[in-house]
């Protein structure tokens, strides 16, 4: 399985996300599931989703996973702000499930000034009443680690340890590392030595079979910058040597993994034929994590069957 790809855009139709992608070789697609910077949408017409399926046939893109709009903070200590991004995180979940997309990723949040604990609450309290109002969703909820700038929660696994553990249904989540962020964050993932200690770090706090997608962005910024800015592959401070090793780690080699680096050009083209040689010149692999001591609550859990194997 192909298993690169890029975030692609919906303009004229969600369909027209995989005809892009197909475009440029991808193998998986991400996209949004509404326009990202509005907090209506109408629900999808069942020409919209034939249509939807009707493009993956085609274009033999099996794997697309979707993209929360960045308005949603789930940590917001403001009331209406909360019960609104919970609304719209809701419908988002309704669109993914009526195209049947297996993945919904999504940050955090934010607390705003309300301090990290009271943002942890508040999140997994957001998403305990979200799992209630959409029992029976078949939809994977996928908290993305981020760079931690401001008051953004979930920069370490610490952080989404803290908030999986809030949920009662944790069954139901799951985690998309994005390789910009890990970096911002502070983990330096830049030579074998630093991947495999970020590596055994989240299978230790969280459990790599949680790992379901990932985000492939090289940084504009460098080590524990905070800084959340894309860069195209190794051009930024990530560099070469880390999507190397991720591109030949054999614990990841079915897990969906998408671009979403500056759209210039022919980039994403570029981009995924640097991506692909890596993987074509491959080094030593990284010797496998140790999975013997993980963090209270982390289960192993065998992959969505609606996931990349699809």
């Known amino acids: 399985m192909d298993n690169l790809g890029a975030h692609m855009s919906i303009q004229g139709g969600l369909h027209e996300a995989l005809i892009r992608g197909k475009a440029v070789g991808c193998g998986v697609v991400q996209i949004f599931l509404k326009n990202q910077v509005q907090w209506a949408a109408k629900p999808l017409t069942p020409d919209e989703i034939a249509a939807f399926k009707q493009a993956q046939r085609e274009t033999g893109i099996r794997t697309v996973f979707a993209h929360d709009t960045y308005l949603i903070n789930l940590g ?21 499930e009526a195209v049947e997309v297996p993945y919904l990723v999504f940050h955090p949040g934010a607390h705003m000034g309300a301090g ?89 706090l969280i459990g790599l079979e949680q790992v379901r997608a990932f985000h492939l962005n090289d ?24 999507f190397r090793l991720l591109m030949n780690d054999h614990r990841f080699h079915d897990v969906p993994m998408a671009l979403e ?19 074509a010149t491959a080094r030593p692999r990284a010797r496998r994590a140790s999975r013997g001591n993980r963090g209270a609550g982390a289960q192993s859990r065998s992959r969505d069957e609606r996931g990349a194997a699809e």
């Open 76 to 96: 917001s200590p403001n009331e209406t702000d909360w019960k609104r991004s919970m609304d719209t995180f809701f419908v988002e979940m309704e669109r993914a």
């Open 116 to 204: 990290p604990a009271a943002g942890i609450r508040r999140i997994a309290r957001a998403l305990n009443l979200l799992l209630r109002r959409g029992r029976g969703f078949r939809v994977r909820l996928l908290l993305e680690n981020t760079a931690g700038q401001g008051s953004l929660l979930g920069s370490t696994f610490e952080e989404l340890r803290a908030i999986m553990d809030g949920v009662h249904e944790s069954e139901r989540l799951g985690l998309c590392l994005d390789t910009c962020h890990l970096l911002a964050a502070g983990y330096d993932i830049r030579d074998r030595d630093g991947y495999e200690r970020t590596m055994a770090a989240c299978d230790r």
């Open 219 to 242: 940084a504009k910024k460098g080590l524990g910058s905070h800084l959340d800015r894309h860069e195209h592959i190794g051009k930024g401070e990530v560099g070469l040597e880390a």
């Open 261 to 279: 680096t500056p759209k210039e050009g022919d980039m994403d083209v570029e981009n995924l034929r640097v991506l692909r040689n890596l993987r």
